[in-house]
């Protein structure tokens, strides 16, 4: 039977960041809860009104808790290691990889030929700063994190470090010290904390400089090899957003309007054939870029504690580090799981474009970046929390977690989870226990899309 969270529940569920659609809470409460549990409205009115001083104030202008919702699943607090000893420390860090591959499909135009040369990432860096929603262009490529060479994961591990934004954060204990709090607007939702405190409080515990806590990071992606799948589900999209597109509008029977602004007819006959496909290849072309599509925007939590004695005995993988003399284990989850919606393919394609075309007006290109920093229209909409999720973190007991991966194959599989593997280069799909998702006021709840139903959790 589900539990009933009430309003005098709601001062143990404590803020911990947020997202574009949802919120985390992390749970510091006593009880045990093992199932499905409901929320009153009294409760989410206490939620809201708790952590209100704890948000980033340009998100409480953006979006609000939706206390119509009326229940949730609880999920693992990948933060922290289950069971871990008093006076122990883990520290997390999580990290959003981005698209790691150039595309090269026969669909892009030859006006946006270079997206083939450079990075989506790097290429939205320069719109996100013209709307205002980092502060600095982060240095960062994607291709080095997913190159497989340790110096170049090195690399790109300290150019994310040198501009966190909301692609890299340090949590120490379960509590974030090192990023921002969620949301995208880097400038308004890093954490009070200032590095350098941040940089003194983790070495004070770990015993590890920076460079070595960098490095011990980019030595568990290299030798896990925990970016193989995510880079072979990535690759699914083959066609791009510019073939794609074509495949929606197949789908939903209505006149493409791309094809109306294309000029080419020789790209007129390329598409006509997308439009010619039966409708069961539509949908495996859709179903193919939205599990991609996923797998570009997910985050990997890598969570590490000290080994006593030399080696690790439970089940999690370890690593020496020369550098500092010292033994480690971690364990790896990727997280914010949720299939990208099928209704926003059409927003989809025209953010490409206009990422595409203010790329090839900037400065990086040899062109002037507009002086006037302007607020995109996310910081002019209010909007609701479809749903918010919180972490179920209790550190008496539980059992050892392997990598969540999502898997390349089919949406069903997308979703499926088995138990812990000691491979190091075939991590398998795990699904956590403990999960929230919340219903609409009408009691109806969104089909599960993927190992995990939110967004921009640990």
């Not at 309007?257 to 007129?268: A, I, T």
């Amino acid at each position: 039977m589900a539990m009933l969270l009430r309003a005098e529940d709601a001062k143990d569920w404590i803020y911990k960041g947020e997202g574009a659609a949802n919120i985390v809470l992390s749970y510091r409460g006593s009880s045990l809860f093992l199932t499905y549990v409901t929320v009153s409205r009294e409760f989410l009115e206490s939620v809201e009104k708790n952590v209100h001083d704890q948000r980033p104030a340009w998100r409480i202008n953006a979006a609000e808790v939706d206390t119509s919702c009326d229940s949730a699943f609880l999920i693992s607090d990948h933060s922290v290691f289950t069971g871990t000893p008093r006076g122990d420390f883990c520290v997390a860090v999580e990290i959003k990889p981005k698209c790691g591959f150039l595309p090269s499909s026969e669909f892009i135009t030859k006006a946006n030929a270079i997206k083939k040369s450079v990075t989506r990432f790097r290429m939205h860096q320069f719109l996100k700063l013209h709307q205002g929603e980092i502060s600095n262009i982060s240095e960062y490529n994607p291709l080095d994190l997913f190159s497989g060479s340790k110096d170049r994961i090195y690399q790109a591990i300290t150019t994310l470090f040198a501009t966190p934004q909301n692609n890299f954060r340090i949590f120490l204990n379960g509590s974030l010290i090192f990023g921002g709090l969620g949301g995208g607007m880097d400038s308004a939702a890093v954490r009070s904390h200032e590095e350098n405190t941040a940089i003194k409080d983790l070495i004070k515990v770990s015993g590890l400089q920076l460079p070595g806590f960098l490095e011990l990071v980019a030595e568990a992606i290299f030798s896990s090899g925990v970016l193989d799948k995510l880079l072979a589900t990535q690759k699914l999209d083959v066609l791009d957003i510019e073939g794609a597109i074509h495949a929606y509008y197949n789908i939903i029977s209505q006149p493409c309007m791309v094809c109306k602004n294309l000029g080419d007819p020789e790209l007129l006959d390329q598409y006509s054939l997308l439009h010619s496909f039966p409708l069961d290849k539509s949908l495996k072309i859709l179903r193919d870029y939205l599990i991609a599509a996923t797998a570009k925007d997910c985050s990997l939590m890598i969570s590490f504690r000290p080994v006593q004695g030399g080696s690790a005995a439970s089940g999690y993988n370890s690593i020496f580090l020369e550098s500092s003399n010292q033994n480690f284990e971690y364990k790896a989850y990727f997280i914010d799981l949720d299939m990208k919606p099928l209704e926003k393919m059409v927003h989809y394609y025209e953010l490409d474009q206009k990422i595409v075309i203010f790329y090839m007006k900037s400065k990086d290109l040899g062109g002037s970046l507009c002086d006037s920093i302007t607020q995109g229209d996310i910081m002019r909409r209010r909007g609701r929390y479809a749903g918010v999720q919180f972490q179920f973190s209790q550190t008496e007991a539980g059992t050892s977690s392997s990598t969540q991966q999502p898997e390349a194959s089919s949406a069903a599989q997308h979703s499926e989870s088995c138990p812990s593997s000691s491979a190091q280069h075939d991590p398998p799909v795990h699904q956590s226990d403990d999960e929230i998702h919340m219903q609409d006021g009408s009691g109806r709840v969104r089909p599960r899309r993927g190992p995990t139903v939110v967004r921009d959790v640990w």
